[in-house]
């Protein structure tokens, strides 16, 4: 067997590094295995084997059925035992590993091997008859539903009939003889779904699951993971056939996660749970509520001992916070996973400072660490302290944060009403993967059942979404829509509350308050500072948001849209009476009635961002947007004629529709804006500039210093725009100067958001001391694509047809618009070396994006305030991958 074609490896021939053939699980078990700790023995099959079944519809690579077969019969070797022997069974599980971890998104099956022949030698062996029917009736369950596709409804209504009739509330009351018949209704119900018997020869159910946990790559709930969690479809996943060992076996076994730091906080303390007489899907599924951690050293003292040793030994050696999967049986422990723990955005920061100030890694392996989206956590609302609400109840504090929406009892429906707009808090006894679409729309869940690290609260920590997991005392009727809580009913749309840091739950609308950030976020912001090259400005176009910017780091604004200015509707009609003026004096009386507001708007963000430097867009209104509808002025003009309405006010209507009809254009993006606009209107243009400036001098005069102000001309497409613009701005600029006797330094440039602009940067850049890449409009005037439209119709079907790879509109399109960009800076600079060019648009907020415009040269990115963050710590790594990418070439 060639290398090439290898598709299955022994435990003992892996290791860390060998993670993207043996998946995260496959890698991890080899690592502590290779470094002492003790694990289940077990082989792999590749995440290659995988990806060749995928792209062959389903069928596998040649040889590997023989190979999995030959591992098989290594294992049986290894451990003395053989599948399906009545005598001495090996019973294995089969376990999806993929490269990034997914939690809870792919499929288990546990137990296999057991049956008919084999379940009496499991409990002879054990010493546990009822534990032998345990595993087997898991088993069935378990194969029954991820193999077979049985619905879980089938397994679970069973059983909870058997629990009722019996007069007992858990699993763990039923009996030996009470399993035995669950066994046999089982069996029944399976074939009774599947038209016939199941095969019970275990090396074909074995085939056959590994095959299903390939499969499992493909269903939707990890589809919409990945899509969430941006990991690429083809990577595929290994699957672990591993030695079971046994959490079930009785009071002195035991099944468990924990973490070496809490994922929630990122302190430095025990943090995890176990479950008595228990396999390890009962913990991560939320079926039963689990112990602390900390009660283990009681009832299992000496495996609570080598846990204890084992989390410190893996911390060391992965140095970073490691999340574990164990299993207790008969008082021994065994290692089932360890992985990177997933955590919150507080969390990673104070354990990047944390392994920083131990020397256990350097400022620049912190950063890295740290995925930049999830920095947006940290901006999350919290409830007001000041309110006077009393909880409902109390569950476990799984994520943190506030959440408030309408209680909503079904994923699905969640998701729909999300999606919409509505807020919506997803409320269920617990959560499966399946789930995952409705939680990614949700403000927060709570759940009746689970841990601190069941599936709710991993995922939704991940996200970043506030999770109130085991909450007590609830009892919720899905079908009816209802949560009750003793004499408190909520029902499906009413108003609720989670306090994802206290466990609280609140049946009311609280207050929240702004985030506090903290001394974790403003150090490690500073190291990112320290490090990159782009600066970081924002999109702000009121002081609020200037304001804001600023105190996340901003370091100026990239992008003020002065039409912004304009939606409220009192400034509406100054706007109307602009662009429908039907001479110069008419548009003249406009202007001068809206200057003084321009004036006082720059002047509160220019007070805002003393100091920094500020890029006021001039006008770039869409004349759609800011005259009035024609159906509607038609209508209006109608119905003061048939009222016989006031010769003179019908007449100023009429001309005012004459106007609308005249203006009126059937694609507006296109049409008479931006520079088109004040080309045909010079007074408006003048009249911005001259706001500007006073703005700029009252803010000087009254606080002692001012910005240094940047003037945008927006949507040109030829050096003579441009050219005509600058020479009408800097008049006014030049003229407001003179009558103040003051000297400020004026850049006056352009944004590039059209093709044309891109192609002819070094014509343009003669008369531009800047370049601002508008890169929502480059994008749609490169694609030809509505973004609106788009995002609202067949880019979805596009995204999952794998037609784009992401949305354009989000993250930048490097082949495309991204060239552009590439081509516009080389030319730019080619013909003004001392140009400045930055970019604007929404991408400046997108880690991939980011370290496109800083492989690309730009000085600067402006993004939304809230990304700011975002942008500072993508820009740090962009510098520390190009270091370690020459690292890697210099070698």
């Given at each position: 067997?060639?290398?090439?074609?290898?598709?299955?490896?022994?435990?003992?021939?892996?290791?860390?590094?060998?993670?993207?053939?043996?998946?995260?699980?496959?890698?991890?078990?080899?690592?502590?295995?290779?470094?002492?700790?003790?694990?289940?023995?077990?082989?792999?099959?590749?995440?290659?084997?995988?990806?060749?079944?995928?792209?062959?519809?389903?069928?596998?690579?040649?040889?590997?059925?023989?190979?999995?077969?030959?591992?098989?019969?290594?294992?049986?070797?290894?451990?003395?035992?053989?599948?399906?022997?009545?005598?001495?069974?090996?019973?294995?599980?089969?376990?999806?590993?993929?490269?990034?971890?997914?939690?809870?998104?792919?499929?288990?099956?546990?137990?296999l091997g057991i049956s008919d022949d084999t379940v009496e030698a499991v409990?002879?062996?054990?010493?546990?008859?009822?534990?032998?029917?345990?595993?087997?009736?898991?088993?069935?369950?378990?194969?029954?539903?991820?193999?077979?596709?049985?619905?879980?409804?089938?397994?679970?209504?069973?059983?909870?009939?058997?629990?009722?009739?019996?007069?007992?509330?858990?699993?763990?009351?039923?009996?030996?003889?009470?399993?035995?018949?669950?066994?046999?209704?089982f069996k029944r119900l399976s074939n009774e779904k599947l038209g016939g018997?199941?095969?019970?020869?275990?090396?074909?159910?074995?085939?056959?699951?590994?095959?299903?946990?390939?499969?499992?790559?493909?269903?939707?709930?990890?589809?919409?993971?990945?899509?969430?969690?941006?990991?690429?479809?083809?990577?595929?996943?290994?699957?672990?056939?591993?030695?079971?060992?046994?959490?079930?076996?009785?009071?002195?076994?035991?099944?468990?996660?924990?973490?070496?730091?809490?994922?929630?906080?990122?302190?430095?303390?025990?943090?995890?749970?176990?479950?008595?007489?228990?396999?390890?899907?009962?913990?991560?599924?939320?079926?039963?509520?689990?112990?602390?951690?900390?009660?283990?050293?009681?009832?299992?003292?000496?495996?609570?001992?080598?846990?204890?040793?084992?989390?410190?030994?893996?911390?060391?050696?992965?140095?970073?916070?490691?999340?574990?999967?164990?299993?207790?049986?008969?008082?021994?422990?065994?290692?089932?996973?360890?992985?990177?723990?997933?955590?919150?955005?507080?969390?990673?920061?104070?354990?990047?400072?944390?392994?920083?100030?131990?020397?256990?890694?350097?400022?620049?392996?912190?950063?890295?660490?740290?995925?930049?989206?999830?920095?947006?956590?940290?901006?999350?609302?919290?409830?007001?302290?000041?309110?006077?609400?009393?909880?409902?109840?109390?569950?476990?504090?799984?994520?943190?944060?506030?959440?408030?929406?309408?209680?909503?009892?079904?994923?699905?429906?969640?998701?729909?009403?999300?999606?919409?707009?509505?807020?919506?808090?997803?409320?269920?006894?617990?959560?499966?993967?399946?789930?995952?679409?409705?939680?990614?729309?949700?403000?927060?869940?709570?759940?009746?059942?689970?841990?601190?690290?069941?599936?709710?609260?991993?995922?939704?920590?991940?996200?970043?979404?506030?999770?109130?997991?085991?909450?007590?005392?609830?009892?919720?009727?899905?079908?009816?829509?209802?949560?009750?809580?003793?004499?408190?009913?909520?029902?499906?749309?009413?108003?609720?509350?989670?306090?994802?840091?206290?466990?609280?739950?609140?049946?009311?609308?609280?207050?929240?308050?702004?985030?506090?950030?903290?001394?974790?976020?403003?150090?490690?912001?500073?190291?990112?500072?320290?490090?990159?090259?782009?600066?970081?400005?924002?999109?702000?176009?009121?002081?609020?948001?200037?304001?804001?910017?600023?105190?996340?780091?901003?370091?100026?604004?990239?992008?003020?849209?002065?039409?912004?200015?304009?939606?409220?509707?009192?400034?509406?009609?100054?706007?109307?009476?602009?662009?429908?003026?039907?001479?110069?004096?008419?548009?003249?009386?406009?202007?001068?009635?809206?200057?003084?507001?321009?004036?006082?708007?720059?002047?509160?963000?220019?007070?805002?961002?003393?100091?920094?430097?500020?890029?006021?867009?001039?006008?770039?209104?869409?004349?759609?947007?800011?005259?009035?509808?024609?159906?509607?002025?038609?209508?209006?003009?109608?119905?003061?004629?048939?009222?016989?309405?006031?010769?003179?006010?019908?007449?100023?209507?009429?001309?005012?529709?004459?106007?609308?009809?005249?203006?009126?254009?059937?694609?507006?993006?296109?049409?008479?804006?931006?520079?088109?606009?004040?080309?045909?209107?010079?007074?408006?243009?003048?009249?911005?500039?001259?706001?500007?400036?006073?703005?700029?001098?009252?803010?000087?005069?009254?606080?002692?210093?001012?910005?240094?102000?940047?003037?945008?001309?927006?949507?040109?497409?030829?050096?003579?725009?441009?050219?005509?613009?600058?020479?009408?701005?800097?008049?006014?600029?030049?003229?407001?100067?003179?009558?103040?006797?003051?000297?400020?330094?004026?850049?006056?440039?352009?944004?590039?958001?059209?093709?044309?602009?891109?192609?002819?940067?070094?014509?343009?850049?003669?008369?531009?001391?800047?370049?601002?890449?508008?890169?929502?409009?480059?994008?749609?005037?490169?694609?030809?694509?509505?973004?609106?439209?788009?995002?609202?119709?067949?880019?979805?079907?596009?995204?999952?047809?794998?037609?784009?790879?992401?949305?354009?509109?989000?993250?930048?399109?490097?082949?495309?618009?991204?060239?552009?960009?590439?081509?516009?800076?080389?030319?730019?600079?080619?013909?003004?070396?001392?140009?400045?060019?930055?970019?604007?648009?929404?991408?400046?907020?997108?880690?991939?994006?980011?370290?496109?415009?800083?492989?690309?040269?730009?000085?600067?990115?402006?993004?939304?305030?809230?990304?700011?963050?975002?942008?500072?710590?993508?820009?740090?790594?962009?510098?520390?991958?190009?270091?370690?990418?020459?690292?890697?070439?210099?070698?």
């Amino acid at each position: 067997m060639t290398d090439q074609h290898r598709y299955v490896y022994d435990l003992s021939e892996g290791n860390a590094d060998m993670k993207p053939l043996l998946g995260g699980k496959g890698a991890g078990v080899a690592e502590m295995n290779r470094v002492g700790v003790p694990v289940p023995d077990a082989f792999t099959v590749t995440t290659e084997a995988c990806v060749e079944t995928m792209r062959s519809d389903g069928e596998w690579p040649e040889g590997l059925t023989g190979q999995i077969s030959e591992g098989l019969k290594r294992l049986e070797e290894r451990t003395g035992m053989t599948l399906g022997d009545p005598d001495n069974p090996l019973l294995v599980s089969v376990r999806s590993g993929a490269v990034m971890s997914m939690p809870g998104m792919m499929d288990t099956i546990l137990n296999l091997g057991i049956s008919d022949d084999t379940v009496e030698a499991v409990g002879r062996k054990a010493g546990n008859e009822r534990f032998a029917w345990d595993c087997y009736r898991r088993f069935i369950q378990m194969y029954g539903e991820v193999v077979e596709g049985v619905d879980s409804h089938v397994y679970e209504d069973a059983l909870t009939a058997m629990k009722a009739d019996r007069g007992v509330e858990s699993d763990t009351d039923l009996t030996a003889e009470d399993l035995k018949e669950l066994v046999d209704t089982f069996k029944r119900l399976s074939n009774e779904k599947l038209g016939g018997n199941w095969t019970t020869d275990p090396r074909e159910q074995l085939i056959r699951a590994v095959d299903a946990v390939f499969r499992s790559w493909l269903n939707p709930r990890a589809f919409v993971y990945r899509k969430a969690n941006k990991i690429p479809d083809d990577l595929g996943t290994a699957v672990n056939v591993m030695q079971m060992v046994f959490g079930n076996r009785g009071d002195t076994s035991a099944t468990g996660v924990c973490f070496t730091r809490n994922p929630a906080t990122g302190a430095k303390e025990l943090y995890g749970e176990f479950l008595l007489n228990a396999q390890g899907e009962d913990v991560v599924a939320g079926i039963r509520t689990p112990e602390p951690l900390a009660e283990m050293e009681t009832v299992l003292p000496e495996a609570y001992k080598d846990l204890i040793d084992t989390m410190h030994k893996m911390e060391a050696h992965y140095r970073d916070m490691q999340d574990m999967e164990f299993t207790v049986e008969n008082s021994k422990l065994y290692l089932l996973q360890t992985r990177n723990g997933k955590r919150t955005a507080a969390a990673a920061l104070k354990v990047a400072r944390d392994l920083v100030a131990e020397d256990v890694i350097s400022k620049d392996e912190a950063l890295m660490r740290i995925a930049p989206d999830q920095l947006d956590q940290l901006l999350h609302e919290a409830i007001d302290p000041d309110h006077t609400e009393k909880p409902v109840t109390e569950g476990l504090p799984a994520s943190p944060g506030a959440a408030v929406g309408k209680a909503v009892f079904d994923a699905d429906e969640a998701a729909e009403r999300g999606e919409k707009g509505e807020k919506v808090v997803l409320v269920r006894f617990e959560t499966t993967p399946d789930d995952i679409h409705g939680v990614i729309v949700s403000q927060g869940v709570l759940t009746a059942h689970g841990g601190m690290t069941s599936h709710a609260a991993v995922v939704a920590r991940g996200m970043g979404k506030p999770c109130v997991a085991g909450a007590r005392g609830i009892k919720i009727d899905a079908g009816a829509g209802t949560l009750t809580v003793g004499e408190t009913v909520i029902h499906d749309g009413d108003m609720i509350t989670l306090n994802g840091s206290t466990g609280e739950v609140f049946a009311a609308e609280l207050p929240l308050i702004p985030p506090q950030i903290n001394e974790d976020f403003e150090e490690v912001l500073g190291w990112a500072d320290d490090v990159r090259r782009l600066g970081v400005e924002a999109n702000a176009d009121n002081g609020t948001d200037a304001a804001k910017a600023r105190e996340l780091g901003a370091e100026g604004i990239g992008l003020c849209r002065t039409e912004h200015m304009f939606f409220g509707a009192e400034r509406l009609p100054a706007i109307h009476e602009m662009i429908t003026a039907e001479t110069s004096e008419e548009r003249k009386t406009a202007v001068d009635k809206i200057l003084p507001m321009q004036q006082s708007d720059f002047e509160e963000i220019f007070t805002a961002m003393k100091g920094l430097p500020v890029t006021v867009r001039l006008l770039d209104p869409p004349l759609h947007e800011f005259l009035p509808n024609l159906v509607e002025q038609s209508l209006k003009v109608q119905e003061m004629e048939l009222t016989g309405a006031d010769a003179a006010d019908v007449d100023k209507e009429r001309r005012l529709l004459a106007q609308v009809k005249k203006l009126h254009e059937q694609n507006p993006m296109l049409g008479t804006r931006g520079v088109r606009l004040a080309m045909l209107y010079p007074e408006i243009p003048e009249m911005q500039a001259r706001a500007i400036i006073r703005a700029v001098l009252a803010v000087l005069e009254r606080e002692g210093e001012t910005v240094d102000i940047h003037i945008m001309i927006p949507l040109v497409f030829t050096p003579v725009e441009l050219e005509a613009q600058r020479g009408i701005v800097s008049a006014a600029v030049a003229d407001e100067l003179e009558k103040a006797g003051k000297q400020v330094d004026v850049k006056i440039g352009t944004m590039i958001e059209l093709p044309r602009a891109a192609l002819v940067a070094d014509k343009i850049a003669e008369y531009a001391d800047f370049f601002s890449f508008g890169t929502n409009d480059l994008t749609q005037t490169t694609l030809g694509i509505s973004r609106d439209d788009a995002e609202n119709g067949f880019l979805t079907e596009y995204l999952q047809g794998k037609v784009l790879a992401q949305n354009p509109f989000a993250s930048i399109d490097v082949d495309g618009v991204g060239q552009l960009v590439a081509g516009a800076v080389e030319k730019g600079r080619a013909a003004k070396p001392g140009i400045e060019l930055g970019v604007c648009g929404e991408h400046g907020g997108d880690p991939d994006s980011v370290h496109f415009f800083h492989r690309t040269g730009l000085d600067y990115v402006s993004c939304s305030p809230f990304r700011v963050p975002i942008a500072r710590f993508s820009a740090a790594q962009a510098v520390i991958e190009e270091r370690s990418g020459a690292v890697e070439r210099d070698k």
